[in-house]
């Protein structure tokens, strides 16, 4: 089991850049596909990026792609999100997910753990 606690985040302008961490708990980090997933007011949560278990592959939301990156370091057991060009409809509570796979799933149905989530909000 794992326990996933983000931090980071808060307000930046239009254009701007922000940065969330997950820190996870537990030694078997390296064994979980991790996940970055948003939901704004109103609507569904989505898929916003993943990262295998080494870091080397990723895949991400088309809204996303070319401004967001996922990174992740094994050693101190956390996922990092940097967000840069960012826009108004990034606004919302960012959380991230763990799994253990093998595949990088972009169904939140498919991961088992869940950080508590955190507010980012972008104004225009």
């Known amino acids: 089991q794992v326990q996933l606690v983000e931090s980071g985040g808060g307000l930046a302008q239009a254009g701007g850049s922000l940065s969330v961490s997950c820190a996870a708990s537990?030694?078997?980090?390296?064994?979980?596909?991790m996940g970055w997933f948003r939901q704004a007011p109103g609507k569904e949560r989505e898929f916003v990026a993943g990262i295998s278990r080494s870091g080397g592959s990723t895949s991400y939301s088309d809204s996303v792609k070319g401004r967001f990156t996922i990174s992740r370091d094994n050693a101190k057991n956390t996922v990092y999100l940097r967000m840069s060009n960012l826009a108004p409809e990034d606004t919302a509570v960012y959380y991230c997910a763990a799994t253990i796979s093998i595949v990088i799933f972009r169904t939140d149905s498919s991961y088992d753990y869940w950080g508590q989530g955190t507010q980012v909000t972008v104004s225009s």
């Open positions: 537990g030694r078997t980090f390296s064994r979980y596909i």
